[in-house]
Protein backbone atom coordinates (compact mmCIF):
# COMPACT_ATOMS: atom_id res chain seq x y z
CA UNK A 1 0.00 0.00 0.00
CA UNK A 2 1.24 3.68 -0.92
CA UNK A 3 1.98 5.74 2.01
CA UNK A 4 -0.04 8.35 0.47
CA UNK A 5 -3.20 6.09 -0.28
CA UNK A 6 -5.17 6.48 2.44
CA UNK A 7 -4.50 10.60 2.97
CA UNK A 8 -5.52 10.69 -0.83
CA UNK A 9 -9.07 8.21 -0.45
CA UNK A 10 -9.73 10.98 2.07
CA UNK A 11 -10.29 13.92 -0.03
CA UNK A 12 -13.64 13.57 -0.84
CA UNK A 13 -13.62 16.27 -4.05
CA UNK A 14 -12.81 13.96 -6.76
CA UNK A 15 -11.18 17.07 -8.42
CA UNK A 16 -9.21 18.25 -5.34
CA UNK A 17 -7.75 14.49 -5.06
CA UNK A 18 -6.55 14.63 -8.50
CA UNK A 19 -5.10 17.78 -8.20
CA UNK A 20 -2.74 16.43 -5.55
CA UNK A 21 -2.60 12.86 -7.30
CA UNK A 22 -1.03 14.76 -10.46
CA UNK A 23 1.25 16.95 -7.94
CA UNK A 24 2.47 14.02 -5.81
CA UNK A 25 3.30 12.14 -9.26
CA UNK A 26 5.03 15.09 -10.73
CA UNK A 27 7.62 14.80 -7.71
CA UNK A 28 8.13 11.03 -7.79
CA UNK A 29 8.78 11.36 -11.35
CA UNK A 30 11.14 14.14 -11.55
CA UNK A 31 13.23 13.83 -7.83
CA UNK A 32 12.98 9.81 -7.72
CA UNK A 33 15.50 9.58 -5.04
CA UNK A 34 12.96 11.36 -2.50
CA UNK A 35 11.95 9.47 0.13
CA UNK A 36 7.85 9.35 0.54
CA UNK A 37 6.51 10.03 4.04
CA UNK A 38 3.50 10.48 5.71
CA UNK A 39 3.80 12.84 8.70
CA UNK A 40 1.63 15.58 10.83
CA UNK A 41 -0.98 14.51 8.30
CA UNK A 42 0.34 15.64 5.32
CA UNK A 43 2.47 13.84 2.23
CA UNK A 44 6.17 14.79 2.20
CA UNK A 45 9.02 14.24 0.71
CA UNK A 46 12.52 13.86 2.51
CA UNK A 47 16.35 13.45 1.23
CA UNK A 48 18.62 11.28 3.83
CA UNK A 49 15.87 11.71 6.30
CA UNK A 50 15.95 15.77 6.45
CA UNK A 51 12.54 17.54 4.80
CA UNK A 52 12.41 18.68 1.38
CA UNK A 53 8.71 19.51 1.07
CA UNK A 54 5.34 19.05 2.18
CA UNK A 55 1.67 19.41 1.00
CA UNK A 56 -1.36 19.66 2.26
CA UNK A 57 -5.09 20.19 0.91
CA UNK A 58 -7.51 22.71 2.20
CA UNK A 59 -11.33 23.90 0.78
CA UNK A 60 -10.02 26.44 -1.88
CA UNK A 61 -6.07 25.63 -2.20
CA UNK A 62 -3.01 23.09 -1.59
CA UNK A 63 -0.66 24.91 0.30
CA UNK A 64 3.43 24.17 -0.47
CA UNK A 65 5.47 24.24 2.10
CA UNK A 66 9.02 23.80 1.53
CA UNK A 67 10.02 25.57 5.09
CA UNK A 68 10.82 29.06 5.57
CA UNK A 69 14.12 29.99 3.98
CA UNK A 70 12.29 29.51 0.45
CA UNK A 71 10.31 33.11 1.22
CA UNK A 72 13.84 34.76 0.54
CA UNK A 73 14.33 33.75 -2.98
CA UNK A 74 11.06 32.42 -4.31
CA UNK A 75 8.25 34.77 -3.20
CA UNK A 76 8.63 36.94 -5.73
CA UNK A 77 8.53 33.90 -8.56
CA UNK A 78 5.17 32.88 -6.44
CA UNK A 79 3.71 35.98 -6.47
CA UNK A 80 4.07 36.22 -10.20
CA UNK A 81 2.56 33.26 -10.63
CA UNK A 82 -0.95 33.93 -8.94
CA UNK A 83 0.21 32.65 -5.35
CA UNK A 84 -0.44 33.72 -2.01
CA UNK A 85 1.94 32.63 0.80
CA UNK A 86 2.69 33.05 4.20
CA UNK A 87 6.48 32.78 5.17
CA UNK A 88 6.59 29.12 5.87
CA UNK A 89 3.83 28.10 2.47
CA UNK A 90 2.69 29.04 -0.18
CA UNK A 91 -0.67 28.20 -1.88
CA UNK A 92 -2.05 26.98 -5.21
CA UNK A 93 -5.53 27.37 -6.17
CA UNK A 94 -7.53 24.46 -7.26
CA UNK A 95 -9.13 27.28 -10.16
CA UNK A 96 -4.98 28.02 -10.68
CA UNK A 97 -2.22 26.11 -12.93
CA UNK A 98 0.40 24.66 -11.38
CA UNK A 99 3.98 25.91 -11.63
CA UNK A 100 6.21 23.40 -11.81
CA UNK A 101 8.82 25.45 -12.83
CA UNK A 102 8.61 26.77 -9.41
CA UNK A 103 7.85 23.40 -7.34
CA UNK A 104 11.00 22.62 -9.43
CA UNK A 105 13.24 25.15 -8.15
CA UNK A 106 12.02 25.20 -4.93
CA UNK A 107 13.03 21.20 -4.25
CA UNK A 108 16.00 21.42 -6.07
CA UNK A 109 17.05 24.47 -3.85
CA UNK A 110 16.14 22.47 -0.69
CA UNK A 111 17.97 19.35 -1.76
CA UNK A 112 21.68 21.27 -2.47
CA UNK A 113 20.56 23.71 0.72
CA UNK A 114 20.21 20.57 3.15
CA UNK A 115 22.63 17.94 1.33
CA UNK A 116 24.57 18.65 4.44
CA UNK A 117 21.91 18.66 6.84
CA UNK A 118 21.33 15.81 9.64
CA UNK A 119 18.30 16.98 11.06
CA UNK A 120 14.64 16.88 10.07
CA UNK A 121 14.28 20.43 10.12
CA UNK A 122 16.83 23.58 9.12
CA UNK A 123 18.43 24.06 11.84
CA UNK A 124 17.15 28.23 12.30
Known amino acids: ?5 EFLANIQDESHRKRMIEIIDWVQENFPNLKKRFAWR ?11 IGFSVAQKHISVAPEGKWVEL ?15 IFRIGFDQ ?14 IEDKK ?4 FWRKK
Open 1 to 5: MDVFE
Open 42 to 52: QPMFTDHGTFI
Open 74 to 88: FATKAEDAGYSHGKE
Open 97 to 110: EVNYDLLKDVIEFN
Open 116 to 119: DCDT
